[in-house]
């Protein structure tokens, strides 16, 4: 069964998260699809898809919001893994409901909510402003949560043969 894993990451986080998905079942199909440079990803041809996006502002990437509106049918149609990468513990929940179309958060087999990072080097002036004031730091923090990230990846291929 093939596995296609769609995300964006403005500062890496997400993408991270992604590649270690696809690493711990490095012996099954699976494609990784960034939105970033793939914008219309064909996604008929696989089984199963996990999509994912990183949380700013409250909000999950515009992309992936699109991506789910515009193939809500089709991913209606498939085994699907739904996450996110948040700072935010206390508010993780709200962010993953706002995230994904309630179709599909009620269709999917595994959610994740993955913690996230804030990587400085790779923030602009007015973000590093933001995190800044709302989070109360000045440097790079990571908070990945390696073993949601891991029941995430077990729930998803639990009782699968491929």
Not at 79 to 106: S, T, V, Y
Not at 114 to 138: C, P, R, S
Not at 143 to 157: G, H, K, P, R, T
């Amino acid at each position: 069964m093939r596995t296609a894993i769609i995300y964006i990451s403005k500062h890496g986080t997400t993408e991270k998260v992604a590649k270690l998905i696809a690493e711990k079942q490095k012996h099954k199909d699976i494609t990784l699809l960034d939105l970033r440079s793939i914008t219309k990803p064909l996604i008929e041809s696989y089984d199963r898809v996990i999509i994912g996006g990183s949380i700013h502002a409250g909000m999950i990437q515009k992309r992936i919001k699109s991506f789910c509106e515009d193939n809500l049918d089709l991913l209606l149609k498939k085994e699907i893994g739904l996450f996110i990468c948040c700072m935010m513990k206390e508010k993780q929940n709200e962010q993953f409901e706002n995230a994904f179309p309630q179709k599909l958060r009620d269709h999917c087999k595994v959610k994740g909510c993955f913690g996230g990072e804030f990587v400085f080097e790779k923030m602009n002036f007015l973000e590093k402003l933001i995190v800044k004031k709302v989070a109360q730091t000045d440097i790079s923090i990571s908070q990945i949560d390696y073993e949601a990230i891991n029941l995430f990846v077990d729930e998803f291929w639990k009782n699968k043969k491929n």
